[in-house]
């Protein structure tokens, strides 16, 4: 089956910093990719939706120059929070669909600002 | 707007005690429903995808069914690995965004 990686796990940065999440495709290329945020207790909410070679579609009430996403190749999308502050703090997950299953999701990243 | 409704919130199971949870759903056309298992601090883990009505798939002690506003999550004789949370999700025809509901977290007890 379709195999989505992840990195990094977890990762602290100080406030006022840039973080870069990346998202990879093992095995299969995924023109479309999916970035979502978790908080506890709490369902996944997507943030955007990654498409190779173009512009990124981002959700209602998403900051895209805030979480800036690039889709340079058929296997890589990554998320950048830019000048990230406390209250980005969450958990951020990737996902992709190989043709002929289900979505399949990244091990998720933890963002923690301090 | 597509909605996806969970229940129960949290569920405790003594193992071997067998029940069901619920997904109620609200969508303009159905593409496809799913369901996902979701570990502490990890990613969603696939487990099924019904795309009509009457519906059924199986995985070992997991089975899922599907009706045109609910979905069901059959779990028979279920044993401590099985706990976690449970997620159902929706994606409407002609959309690539798929929603998820809040989930319902399983606890079984040895």
């Known amino acids: 089956g379709a195999v989505v990686s992840q990195h990094p796990s977890w990762v602290i940065c100080k406030s006022g910093t840039s973080v870069k999440i990346e998202c990879r495709s093992l095995?299969?290329?995924?023109?479309?990719m999916f970035w979502y945020r978790q908080f506890p207790k709490q369902s996944l909410m997507l943030m955007a939706t990654?498409?190779?070679?173009?512009?990124?579609?981002?959700e209602q009430g998403v900051e895209k120059d805030k979480f800036l996403i690039n889709h340079a190749s058929l296997t890589l999308s990554t998320l950048t929070v830019t000048s990230a502050h406390p209250e980005d703090s969450s958990f951020y997950i990737c996902?992709?669909?190989?043709?002929?299953?289900?979505?399949?999701f990244g091990s998720g990243t933890r963002l923690t600002v301090v | 707007e597509d909605q996806v409704t969970q229940s129960p919130e949290a569920l405790r199971l003594q193992e071997g005690e067998s029940s069901s949870l619920n997904c109620s759903y609200t969508?303009?056309?159905?593409?496809?429903l799913f369901w996902y298992r979701q570990d502490p601090g990890k990613g969603p883990e696939f487990l099924f995808t019904?795309?009509?009505a009457g519906e059924e798939k199986e995985k070992e002690r997991l089975k899922a069914t599907l009706t045109k506003k609910e979905s069901f999550l059959h779990i028979t004789a279920p044993k401590p690995e099985d706990s976690a949370t449970y997620l159902c999700?929706?994606?409407?025809?002609?959309?690539?965004?798929?929603?998820f509901g809040t989930g319902t977290k399983l606890q079984v007890i040895p």
């Open positions: 019904l795309y009509s």
């Open positions: 990654s498409n190779e070679g173009s512009k990124a579609t981002y």
């Open positions: 969508v303009s056309g159905l593409r496809g």
């Open positions: 999700a929706v994606q409407a025809t002609g959309y690539q965004k798929v929603t």
């Open positions: 095995d299969f290329q995924a023109t479309t």
């Open positions: 996902s992709a669909r190989e043709a002929g299953y289900g979505y399949t």
